[in-house]
């Protein structure tokens, strides 16, 4: 494979009438991390914290510890963002158990910003239970990294677009997603670009986003990925 190109369809950005293209000349979407921190401490009856070592106050200190690695450690130019979706721990009001487990997502653009939160995340979790006299253990998971397009390849993609739809259907996207899409794997390997089609129509009340059970696709509107696809091929080989 020498080159690669790939489309977005839906609701993604805002601003886009139903067929019109979203287009990045650099990075479009972020990486997509996941990490699993199991804190161990002493479980005890709630009476006697002295005789434990409780991993839900051990949580609770790294939950607000991992947050400012963001807003203490990373360029505030540079989008990034660390979520903690589940926190689990605990069977009952007056028993500290014996660990707590923190699960959660890190998005970023940046591919040396990605590395560090890795770092950080371990250094911290391990400080943080340390501390308290507990351990942490540590699973980082790597999902897709960023995707950046290649700007002499989006450049292919804009002629291509004005020569199916007219120039004035491509609009550059205001700023990058902190979603995530697989193609960065290829994007890696081969020059390409990655683009947005706007296929719901707010017209047809097609307005619900991405992961909602109404979330619907003008199928009128189908055709133009296709024909994106099939010209821009045809011109690759020219």
């Given at each position: 494979?020498?080159?690669?190109?790939?489309?977005?369809?839906?609701l993604?950005?805002?601003?886009?009438?139903?067929?019109?293209?979203?287009?990045?000349?650099?990075?479009?979407?972020?990486?997509?991390?996941?990490?699993?921190i199991?804190?161990?401490?002493?479980?005890?009856?709630?009476?006697?914290?002295?005789?434990?070592?409780?991993?839900?106050?051990m949580?609770?200190h790294?939950?607000?510890?991992?947050?400012?690695?963001?807003?203490?450690?990373?360029?505030?130019?540079?989008?990034?963002?660390?979520?903690?979706?589940?926190?689990?721990?605990?069977?009952?009001?007056?028993?500290?158990?014996g660990?707590c487990?923190?699960?959660?997502?890190?998005?970023?653009?940046?591919v040396?910003?990605?590395?560090?939160?890795?770092?950080?995340?371990?250094?911290?979790?391990?400080?943080?239970?340390?501390?308290?006299r507990?351990?942490a253990?540590?699973?980082?998971?790597?999902?897709?990294?960023?995707?950046?397009?290649?700007?002499?390849?989006?450049?292919?993609?804009?002629?291509?677009?004005?020569?199916?739809?007219?120039e004035?259907?491509?609009?550059?996207i205001?700023?990058?997603?902190?979603?995530?899409?697989?193609?960065?794997?290829?994007?890696?390997?081969?020059?390409?670009?990655?683009?947005f089609?706007?296929?719901?129509?707010p017209?047809?009340?097609?307005?619900?986003?991405?992961?909602?059970?109404?979330?619907?696709?003008?199928?009128?509107?189908?055709?133009i990925g296709?024909?994106?696809f099939?010209?821009?091929?045809?011109?690759?080989?020219?």
């Open positions: 494979m020498d080159a690669l190109i790939g489309l977005h369809s839906g993604l950005w805002k601003g886009y009438a139903a067929g019109e293209i979203g287009y990045s000349h650099g990075g479009m979407m972020a990486s997509a991390d996941r990490f699993l199991t804190l161990k401490g002493k479980g005890g009856h709630g009476a006697t914290p002295h005789l434990t070592a409780d991993p839900i106050v949580a609770g790294l939950i607000c510890r991992l947050q400012t690695i963001l807003s203490r450690e990373v360029n505030p130019v540079d989008p990034g963002v660390l979520t903690i979706g589940r926190v689990t721990g605990g069977s009952a009001y007056n028993i500290i158990p660990e487990v923190l699960e959660g997502t890190v998005r970023v653009l940046d040396e910003t990605r590395k560090m939160m890795e770092e950080r995340i371990r250094e911290l979790a391990e400080s943080t239970a340390a501390s308290m507990g351990e253990v540590v699973e980082y998971i790597p999902g897709p990294p960023p995707v950046i397009n290649d700007s002499a390849m989006t450049d292919k993609l804009l002629a291509t677009v004005a020569e199916v739809l007219g004035e259907k491509a609009k550059e205001p700023e990058p997603s902190m979603g995530a899409e697989d193609v960065a794997y290829f994007l890696e390997r081969v020059p390409g670009t990655f683009f089609h706007a296929g719901s129509n017209e047809k009340g097609q307005t619900y986003p991405h992961h909602n059970s109404k979330f619907d696709i003008d199928e009128d509107t189908l055709w296709s024909a994106l099939a010209h821009f091929a045809l011109n690759w080989q020219k």
